[in-house]
Every structure is written in structure tokens, then in C-alpha cells.
């Protein structure tokens, strides 16, 4: 099961890093199916497989967060024995998915209580998040319209604009990533989530630069949603992550590079609101 977690992390068929949170503390919880003869053995076993979900994906602030809690809460508490052991990790992956689960809940909540009915939105890439603050929106009887750029090389708008389109309420349009410039000026607002914000800078997936330096020529207000743990001050190093070349283009590349970064920094003098499970805070 760590294993399986481990290479699906690594080969990013989960995109949102919230959900890759999740899936990397429950994988935890799996150690505690299988027999150990000390509670040392047991203790090194999470550590190691701790690492090695955390090394699958550095840069996912909520995943490094997620593993770091549960293995200090049971090598912190020193436990007498296995049983102990395995006690303590399964409370602190409850813990830990309650938290993140109701962080994200609570952060849409927040984001839908400020985006205006027949508002025309745009979105880049995939983020449960913004997901889940439509839907709320949407229960309040909110409707609106909203621009979906397809996030090459990968096409995980695609997934966005299938999600939306199965929404009563939601009028979806799927574009090119070069043509956000065309449609901005269009929208009242976009609204994208956030891998993590460190040192004044929002880390997600690359294209949002782009989107967030015209809108803010054209005075498109930019709102950032996501939990309020992947606002980080200090302790953590965002690592980038360059994918295969075969995302870009099938055949060989000859005489020429493929460049295909996972993520880019956007400063956040170009966002109007950073909204998470804590309220509203302006960069």
C-alpha cells in the first residue's frame, strides 16, 4: 500500500494537494496491519515509510505537514509497546484528514460567501477547493459562468471543465491556456488554489503567472483559496519538479530541450486575496 501510495503521488495521477495529503496519512495507517516484534522496529518502519512519501512530492506543503504530524505525534509520545504505537497512529491520521478535510470545507465556505451570484469566473488547472466553493456557492443558489483554461501539458483543466459542466447552475467554457488574455476581460474574478504560499510567493501550477500578470493589467481581481496550513512562514523550501518530456511532445525532441516545470511563483503583489479556513487576507 506505501508503495502503491508512493508511486501515484510521484507520477501525480492525484492532483489536488489536498487529496494527496490524505492519501499519504492513510497509507500510514496501513503499517498497523502488519506484525513487528518492537515497538522500535515499529517506530522505524513509519519514519522510513514517512520519508519516502514525502520525498514522492517535496514540493506539496499539505503533504509534508500531513506525514511530519503523524510520525512526531508517535515517536514523540515514546510508546511503551506496538499496540500503543499503532493506537497513536491511527488517531493521528484522524486527526490529520479531519483537519484538512474541514480546512478545505471551511475554506470554500468562506471564498463562496464572497463571490457574487452571476459572477463570470476564470479557473486554472484543477483544484478541489475551488471545486468545493462553487458547490457551496451553488447551494446557496448562486449561479455563474466560468472560463477553464485546459493546463497543458497535462489537460487537467479538462477534468475541471467535465466536473463543472455536471453542475446545475454553472455555464462552462474550456480554452487553450494562451487565450486567458482573450477571455479576461470577460470576467469579474478569477479564482484559483494554491499548492502553498512561501516568503510572499504563491506555488502552483505553472501557467497561473501568466494569468495572474494580465489580470492584474486588466484589473481582474485574482482570489487565491486554499487551507490555511499551505500559508507557510517558515520550515519548508519549495522544490520544484520538471516532468517528463514525453507530457510535451511524443516523439523524440532532437536538437532542442523540453522544458516542462510542474510549478511556477507568482508574487503575491498580483493576488487581491488570499481566503482560508481563517477568514481573508490580503498579500
Do not use: W
Not at 50 to 69: C, F, I, K, M, T
Not at 151 to 170: H, N, Q, S
Request: charged share 30%.
Amino acid at each position: 500500500m506505501i508503495d502503491e501510495t508512493v508511486e501515484e503521488i510521484r507520477a501525480m495521477r492525484t492532483h489536488s494537494s489536498s487529496t494527496v495529503a490524505v492519501k499519504a496519512a492513510r497509507a500510514l495507517r496501513t503499517l498497523c496491519e502488519r506484525e513487528y516484534a518492537t515497538v522500535e522496529e515499529y517506530v522505524r518502519a513509519l519514519e522510513r515509510n514517512g520519508d519516502a512519501l514525502r520525498r514522492a512530492n517535496p514540493s506539496h506543503a499539505s503533504l509534508q505537514n500531513a506525514v511530519r504530524e503523524v510520525v512526531g505525534s508517535v515517536r514523540d509520545a515514546d510508546p511503551a509497546d506496538v499496540e500503543r504505537a499503532e493506537a497513536r497512529t491511527e488517531t493521528a491520521v484522524d486527526r490529520v484528514v479531519e483537519t484538512i478535510q474541514g480546512a478545505k470545507r471551511a475554506a470554500a465556505e468562506n471564498a463562496a460567501a464572497l463571490i457574487e451570484d452571476g459572477a463570470t469566473l476564470l479557473t486554472h488547472d484543477y483544484s478541489t477547493t475551488v471545486l468545493e466553493t462553487v458547490d457551496v456557492a451553488l447551494d446557496g443558489g448562486s449561479e455563474f459562468e466560468v472560463y477553464v483554461t485546459e493546463a497543458r501539458p497535462r489537460y487537467l483543466g479538462r477534468k475541471t471543465a467535465r466536473e463543472l459542466a455536471d453542475r446545475d447552475g454553472v455555464e462552462t467554457h474550456l480554452l487553450v491556456d494562451a487565450a486567458a488574455g482573450y477571455y479576461l476581460d470577460r470576467c469579474d474574478e478569477v479564482v484559483v488554489g494554491m499548492d502553498c504560499i512561501v516568503d510572499d510567493r504563491l506555488y502552483n501550477r505553472v501557467g497561473t503567472l501568466p494569468i495572474a500578470a494580465t489580470a492584474a493589467r486588466l484589473d481582474v481581481p485574482v482570489t487565491v483559496v486554499g487551507a490555511a496550513a499551505k500559508v507557510v512562514e517558515e520550515g519548508f523550501v519549495f522544490e520544484n519538479e520538471f516532468r517528463a518530456d514525453s507530457e510535451v511532445m511524443r516523439e523524440p525532441a532532437e536538437g532542442f530541450n523540453v522544458e516542462n516545470p510542474s510549478y511556477e511563483a507568482t508574487p503575491t503583489e498580483l493576488i487581491d486575496r488570499v481566503i482560508t479556513d481563517r477568514g481573508v487576507r490580503e498579500p
